[in-house]
């Protein structure tokens, strides 16, 4: 019997799908993807094979490719012993704290190498305009060096008075590092602000910057998503805020100016921060800091803090789920009330079943989000969750006065969480990313107080009109949530 062309090319066709599949198959085994995350590539490249390998190809994984392996490896094995400079008074034992909180500082520390520090001191700044000043002046204060690391800058309005403080501070003799996800600031870095930074003698590095031809070897999105600002050691700054001025920021997404809050440190806290600083500019440049936590004592004393905190850094090179880890233990450990916000809320199993169940076991547990969101995508993702949550019993409020932006998380009104991780999986699973663990009631309180003004501008979800939506939003729902797994 003679076999037809055509009949030889259908047969290698289906040889070379099952190729693919079994290929990308032994790959998502191999590199422990969760369950959902597994059958949605496996679906995927059953269905499309040809797009599926190719998507997988570029974002199936996390490497971050061989030189920046190594060097996470040789900071991290040098950290113990940066640790170990600080003193008796900087460094606070977890079990000085009240329990739960000394068992969730203990996760932390053992998630991250980072240690809790005591004598600290944060202010919680609420607003673009009083942020941005209080950077300029602290900027303007600077005397040996000025340490910037955002995923975003956007020129116009106020930020490029901070641009301006920056080129004065390099007039003084200070040492100016800025560093900028390529992606996050691509817009600003076609500009001629870079090379105007520069020419000022402004140190400006472009962090993973997307070069096709290292697709095999490195994901291309993963990205640097951390905001801080290192002024002299002594003062530092994180939170959800860009470098942008909302004036001139996204004015065509439709979703209204971005709300944001920073936290201004004083203390050892600012060198955590500042850890995170140098590892993310030699993740990028490949120089290996002389890390000592005794440079800055002085000023640290003389900032008379008492405030006890830590810094928790998750992404590649550090504990991925870092974030996660901490975010899900605070959850567990609330007796009485949680509040979080954040613009994008995309849960995995861990910390959707941790809201449910705190609600479920008596606390007053409300998620704050954005009533429109600059991602369609994510937003509809994130719509999938409402009924479940709202039915354990969660309070969901979605805000109307803008993009709220702000990523934070109270807990009983005597622990925050505050940093640069929003609550889904590109933030707790992929991202670069640090939130800060502020056990002090004090500051609790100061957040609370925010998210509460949150709450006023915000709008209810209410669960019998909710389940009565239209069909065709339910699908859409659906079908980003079904995407999820491969964000």
């Not at 949550?389 to 622990?415: C, E, F, N, P, Q």
Request: hydrophobic residues 50%; neutral net charge; glycine residues 8%.
């Amino acid at each position: 019997m003679q076999i037809s062309s055509s009949h030889v090319e259908a047969i290698a066709l289906m040889l070379l799908h099952v190729l693919v599949i079994a290929g990308v198959g032994v790959r998502v085994i191999l590199t422990r993807h969760a369950p959902g995350s597994s059958f949605a590539w496996l679906l995927l490249t059953a269905v499309l094979p040809g797009v599926g390998a190719l998507l997988y190809l570029l974002i199936g994984e996390r490497p971050i490719g061989r030189r920046r392996t190594e060097f996470a490896r040789g900071f991290f094995a040098r950290l113990p012993a940066a640790v170990d400079t600080l003193s008796v008074e900087e460094r606070a034992d977890p079990a000085s704290l009240a329990p739960p909180w000394d068992g969730l500082a203990r996760l932390a520390t053992e998630s991250t190498g980072m240690p809790l520090m005591a004598r600290s001191r944060f202010s919680l700044l609420d607003g673009a305009e009083p942020i941005l000043r209080a950077i300029i002046a602290d900027v303007d204060s600077a005397q040996s060096s000025v340490e910037m690391e955002f995923y975003i800058w956007n020129a116009g309005g106020t930020a490029d008075e901070v641009a301006a403080a920056l080129a004065r501070a390099v007039q003084r003799g200070v040492r100016v590092q800025v560093l900028l996800d390529a992606m996050g600031s691509k817009e600003f870095l076609k500009t001629d602000w870079p090379q105007r930074m520069r020419s000022q003698g402004i140190d400006l590095q472009a962090a993973l910057a997307v070069k096709p031809w290292r697709v095999p070897f490195r994901r291309i999105d993963l990205r640097l998503h951390r905001k801080i600002v290192v002024v002299d050691g002594r003062i530092g700054y994180t939170g959800s805020m860009n470098l942008v001025d909302p004036r001139f920021f996204r004015k065509t997404a439709g979703v209204g100016e971005w709300v944001d809050a920073m936290a201004r440190a004083e203390g050892p806290i600012v060198g955590a921060l500042r850890t995170v600083f140098l590892f993310d500019w030699g993740m990028q440049t490949g120089q290996m800091p002389a890390h000592s936590y005794a440079d800055h004592r002085a000023d640290w004393a003389a900032a008379g803090g008492t405030q006890v905190a830590q810094v928790v850094m998750s992404g590649p090179g550090a504990d991925e789920t870092a974030n996660l880890r901490v975010i899900t233990q605070a959850i567990a450990s609330a007796r009485g009330s949680v509040v979080l916000t954040t613009p994008y809320f995309v849960a995995d199993a861990a910390l959707a079943l941790a809201l449910e169940n705190a609600a479920l076991r008596g606390c007053e547990v409300t998620l704050i989000v954005p009533a429109r969101n600059d991602s369609w995508l994510v937003e509809y993702a994130s719509r999938w969750f409402f009924e479940d949550l709202s039915d354990a019993g969660v309070r969901i409020l979605r805000y109307t006065g803008g993009l709220l932006h702000t990523k934070s998380i109270t807990v009983d009104g005597a622990m925050a969480l505050f940093g640069t991780a929003n609550l889904d999986i590109r933030s707790l699973a992929l991202n670069f990313e640090l939130m800060v663990a502020i056990y002090d009631a004090g500051f609790a309180a100061q957040l609370l107080e925010l998210q509460r003004r949150y709450e006023q501008d915000s709008l209810p979800i209410v669960v019998d009109e909710w389940r009565a939506r239209p069909l065709g939003e339910r699908l859409k729902e659906g079908f980003a949530f079904m995407a999820a797994p491969l964000l």
